[in-house]
């Protein structure tokens, strides 16, 4: 088994989809990116704090004062940014968006919160999805600039038929098994064991 330097808590902060909703085996994307992170002394301490809709800006506005009381204070503590598409129907310009993001991501630098980003999905309703990419193009520009990784999901998954599928038959819009595990394989595939600190699995 690997040994970090001191003990991690990663606070994973996103809409509904950092929650197992739609899920009928109820792990998400999180917990299948837990179950496949390399085994460390100490372990690696995974916390969702979930806003429904949550948008860039009520991200910035949140995002602080939930994430302070749940710092590890015996080690380290890094967040994930699962960033939604809801700014589009929010009415936010791109520009406030990134305005918005840039905020959050300079603050957890300055707070010793390394940060990591994954971008938004493809909306539901593909007459939104010109918008979304832009806004993840932006999003991934932000975080290019700050030297954040950064997970694009919105074109990986713009046209899978697995991801297509179950969006169009979910009510609420949301993945189930496939869905979750297509951006499950996305975060373990673009950094996501390099930010923690540890190696790949053998």
Same mark, same amino acid.
């Not at 699962?82 to 840039?102: E, P, W, Y």
């Given at each position: +088994?690997?040994?970090?330097?001191?003990?991690?808590?990663v606070?994973?902060?996103?809409?509904?989809?950092?929650?197992?909703?739609?899920?009928?085996?109820? +792990?998400?994307?999180?917990?299948?990116?837990?179950?496949?992170?390399?085994?460390?002394?100490?372990?690696?301490?995974?916390?969702?704090?979930? !806003?429904?809709?949550?948008?860039?800006?009520?991200? *910035?506005?949140?995002?602080?004062?939930?994430? /302070?009381?749940?710092? *590890?204070?015996?080690?380290?503590?890094?967040?994930?940014i699962? #960033?939604?598409?809801?700014?589009?129907?929010?009415?936010?310009?791109?520009?406030?968006?990134?305005?918005?993001?840039?905020t959050?991501?300079? $603050?957890? +630098?300055? !707070?010793?919160? $390394?940060?990591?980003?994954?971008?938004?999905?493809?909306?539901? $309703?593909?007459?939104?999805?010109?918008?979304?990419?832009?806004?993840?193009?932006?999003?991934?520009?932000? @975080?290019?600039?700050?030297?954040?990784?950064?997970?694009? @999901?919105?074109?990986?998954?713009? =046209?899978?038929?697995?991801?297509? /599928?179950?969006?169009q038959?979910?009510?609420? =819009? #949301?993945?189930?098994?496939?869905? !979750? =595990?297509?951006?499950?394989?996305?975060?373990?595939?673009?950094?996501?064991?390099?930010?923690? =600190?540890?190696?790949?699995?053998?």
């Open positions: +088994m690997q040994q970090l330097e001191s003990s991690l808590r606070i994973v902060l996103g809409d509904q989809l950092v929650t197992a909703s739609g899920d009928p085996k109820g +792990m998400g994307w999180v917990g299948r990116v837990q179950a496949r992170t390399p085994q460390v002394d100490p372990s690696i301490e995974l916390i969702t704090l979930a !806003y429904p809709d949550d948008t860039s800006l009520t991200l *910035n506005k949140r995002w602080l004062a939930e994430v /302070q009381p749940r710092q *590890n204070q015996l080690g380290r503590t890094q967040v994930a699962a #960033l939604g598409n809801h700014d589009i129907r929010a009415g936010l310009s791109t520009s406030r968006s990134r305005l918005n993001l840039a959050v991501l300079d $603050e957890a +630098m300055k !707070y010793g919160l $390394e940060p990591f980003v994954i971008g938004p999905v493809p909306h539901k $309703e593909s007459a939104l999805n010109t918008d979304v990419e832009q806004l993840s193009w932006g999003f991934e520009d932000v @975080c290019a600039r700050r030297n954040v990784p950064f997970v694009d @999901c919105f074109h990986p998954l713009l =046209g899978h038929e697995g991801w297509n /599928q179950e969006l038959n979910s009510p609420s =819009g #949301l993945p189930g098994q496939v869905g !979750y =595990g297509l951006i499950a394989w996305l975060v373990l595939n673009r950094g996501w064991n390099s930010w923690l =600190g540890v190696e790949e699995a053998e």
